[in-house]
């Protein structure tokens, strides 16, 4: 069998050494750990037989080094993962701690686990982390990509109040609810989504292949086309037209552009933000979606014994709206200087008043975290609702929208053919 020298150290720091015959160096990492030991350096010992994997006698041709540095470093660029992906492996990661495994050994097994979106990478540099005597918090902190700020923060209180399990439990509770309310926001988008390609290729194909034909055939014949037709036609040559098609193309690019410019200005950004929650139709199901968001986060945190003004803090981070975002700042201030969390949420005017009696009613009880938990339970139901109606009324205007463009380009197509046929009509009533 095999022979693992090791260099490790016992939880007083003292370092100590020796030899294990062991199948592998993952299970000599295993018995160490056995054996109260964190280690420090695992290598084959001298004489000792081990397994050397075999090296392809191939060459092998990486594509990938064909392309430009800046398309490698995108293709190779760690993504953000999903809620839905979070909430995965943190729930995989609490189990396997409430199973009684020691966090090295619950690291080493999820990297054997399938956690889409989260490579094995994560897993394994996290347990080299806590090998080397770091907390896990810590060990995240190293990975921002993949933890954000309210991840860690609630790692590190889990760690601090001894709770690390029941933390990763609500957590992964939380991006599970978050992941279904963005399910839900993409799924009442699908139908309107597919009822606009439908329409755009209905019509490309009526303006490229049908529209052709009737216009030979109308050319033929000595008639003034109605007005309809003749704004139909001018619309098909201008978009058959190379030179219309170049000038469409840079017209867009450039809006795009300054568009683009205006959103990454705070001034822009703080209007689109304003239009957002103010839109018609679609300015509710937003609100509902940033209140919601609010009250989970901040009541996620403060359950799980974060400090109020580090949980604001984080909140504020997390916030995608900018006066939101503005709004959760100005509260921490004031909430700094002594006040209630009531007061200053009730003077921002971003926030319903329905939210700041709850809260003040939590204050009164001292269960704040409840209290948000519960409001967060009632914008997330009202958020379903939202989006009930708001599909409910999208999809009756994409109907109306459509009827009126088909019909527009019937009545295009008819109206000189009736037009025709009355000419014929005229003609062969004269001859007689």
């Known amino acids: 069998m095999p022979q693992f020298s090791y260099k490790a150290r016992r939880r007083s720091g003292e370092v100590v050494e020796g030899v294990l015959d062991v199948?592998?160096?993952s299970a000599a990492l295993v018995q160490i750990e056995r054996l109260g030991l964190f280690p420090v350096m695992v290598d084959s010992a001298k004489g000792g037989a081990t397994a050397t994997p075999e090296r392809p006698t191939?060459?092998?041709?990486?594509?990938?080094?064909?392309?430009?540095?800046?398309?490698?470093?995108?293709?190779?660029r760690q993504r953000r993962p999903k809620m839905q992906e979070l909430a995965t492996f943190t729930q995989q990661l609490a189990n396997l701690l409430n199973s009684g495994m020691p966090l090295t050994v619950a690291l080493h097994s999820m990297t054997h686990l399938e956690s889409k979106g989260i490579p094995t990478t994560v897993s394994r540099d996290l347990r080299q982390e806590v090998m080397e005597g770091r907390s896990l918090s810590d060990a995240m902190a190293k990975q921002p990509i993949i933890f954000s700020?309210?991840?860690?923060?609630?790692?590190?209180?889990?760690?601090?109040?001894?709770?690390?399990?029941?933390?990763?439990?609500?957590?992964?509770?939380?991006?599970?609810?978050?992941?279904?309310?963005?399910?839900?926001?993409?799924?009442?988008l699908v139908y309107p989504a597919m009822v606009v390609c439908v329409g755009i290729a209905m019509v490309a194909f009526f303006m490229f292949f049908m529209l052709p034909k009737f216009m030979e055939m109308f050319n033929g014949f000595d008639i003034q086309l109605p007005l309809p037709t003749r704004m139909l036609m001018a619309f098909s040559n201008a978009v058959t037209n190379p030179w219309a098609i170049l000038g469409f193309v840079l017209g867009v690019a450039v809006l795009a552009i300054l568009v683009g410019k205006f959103r990454a200005s705070e001034t822009g950004r703080r209007k689109?933000?304003?239009?957002?929650?103010?839109?018609?139709?679609?300015g509710k199901v937003v609100r509902l979606n940033l209140f919601g968001q609010f009250a989970r986060v901040l009541a996620t945190l403060l359950q799980n014994g974060v400090p109020v003004l580090t949980a604001l803090k984080i909140t504020e981070q997390v916030m995608p709206n900018l006066l939101v975002k503005e709004a959760v700042a100005k509260t921490r201030e004031a909430v700094t200087d002594g006040k209630t969390l009531a007061q200053p949420l009730a003077r921002s005017k971003i926030f319903p008043q329905l939210m700041v009696d709850l809260v003040k009613i939590g204050e009164e009880t001292g269960d704040v975290p409840g209290a948000l938990s519960n409001i967060a339970d009632t914008y997330e139901s009202e958020l379903q609702v939202?989006?009930?109606?708001?599909?409910?009324?999208?999809?009756?205007?994409?109907?109306?929208?459509?009827?009126?463009?088909?019909?527009?380009?019937?009545?295009?197509?008819?109206?000189?053919?009736?037009?025709?046929?009355?000419?014929?009509?005229n003609s062969a009533a004269s001859g007689k």
């Open 149 to 188: 700020e309210l991840y860690i923060n609630m790692v590190r209180a889990g760690e601090q109040s001894g709770a690390l399990v029941q933390v990763l439990r609500r957590m992964a509770a939380h991006f599970q609810q978050f992941a279904e309310v963005q399910s839900k926001f993409v799924s009442a």
């Open 386 to 425: 939202g989006l009930r109606v708001m599909t409910n009324l999208i999809e009756p205007l994409l109907i109306v929208g459509m009827a009126l463009v088909v019909g527009f380009l019937l009545l295009s197509v008819m109206l000189p053919m009736f037009k025709l046929i009355a000419n014929i009509n």
């Open 272 to 282: 689109m933000d304003h239009w957002k929650m103010h839109a018609p139709v679609v």
């Open 23 to 25: 199948a592998d160096r």
């Open 58 to 76: 191939g060459t092998r041709v990486n594509l990938r080094s064909f392309l430009p540095p800046s398309m490698q470093k995108a293709m190779t």
